[in-house]
């Protein structure tokens, strides 16, 4: 994967390693967010994606 930065800097990355970046950047914040639900005393439930969409993609 290629890309360039703000600063036109140009980038090579490992899709791997981009994918595995977002899963865990995204894991982050909702950690995030429970805790500040949780907190507030709000039942935010499961945050699981396999159990908000069980069946999988409809593409």
Same mark, same amino acid.
């Given at each position: 994967?290629?890309?360039?930065?703000?600063?036109?800097?140009?980038?090579?990355? !490992? %899709? =791997?390693?981009? !994918?595995?970046?977002?899963?865990?950047?995204?894991?982050?914040?909702?950690?995030?967010?429970? !805790?500040?639900?949780?907190?507030?005393?709000?039942?935010?439930? !499961?945050?699981? #994606?396999? %159990? #908000? %969409?069980?069946?999988?993609? =409809?593409?």
């Amino acid at each position: 994967m290629s890309y360039s930065s703000t600063e036109g800097e140009r980038i090579n990355k !490992c %899709v =791997a390693d981009v !994918c595995q970046y977002l899963f865990n950047h995204q894991s982050h914040h909702r950690g995030q967010l429970t !805790c500040i639900l949780s907190q507030l005393g709000i039942n935010y439930a !499961c945050t699981d #994606l396999p %159990v #908000l %969409v069980p069946e999988g993609s =409809a593409l």
